[in-house]
């Protein structure tokens, strides 16, 4: 019975710690690449809106030019791999 719980207690330990990895913060180097990138797009957005994904990014609230806003996702490498109008 001890075995059991310490299993479950084990099992439970590791699953909050990745799903807290899930929310890790962006660091500053890729957050001035991602900036950069978005400014070569004729793009903005605020820092706060970058979250980090399974496969890469997602930026909430991208103002581009011309005025239309989108959710932007991109990969690792800070490709975009896709684009919703909001």
Do not use: H, W, Y
């Amino acid at each position: 019975m001890k075995t059991s719980i310490m299993a479950v207690t084990a099992i439970i330990a590791f699953s909050t710690s990745v799903f807290a990895a899930g929310e890790e913060e962006v660091s500053v180097e890729t957050e001035a690449a991602i900036m950069a990138k978005l400014t070569a797009m004729e793009c903005q957005m605020a820092p706060d809106d970058i979250e980090v994904t399974e496969d890469g990014f997602e930026l909430d609230n991208v103002i581009c030019k011309g005025g239309k806003q989108f959710d932007i996702e991109l990969d690792g490498d800070l490709n975009e791999t896709g684009r919703r109008a909001e």
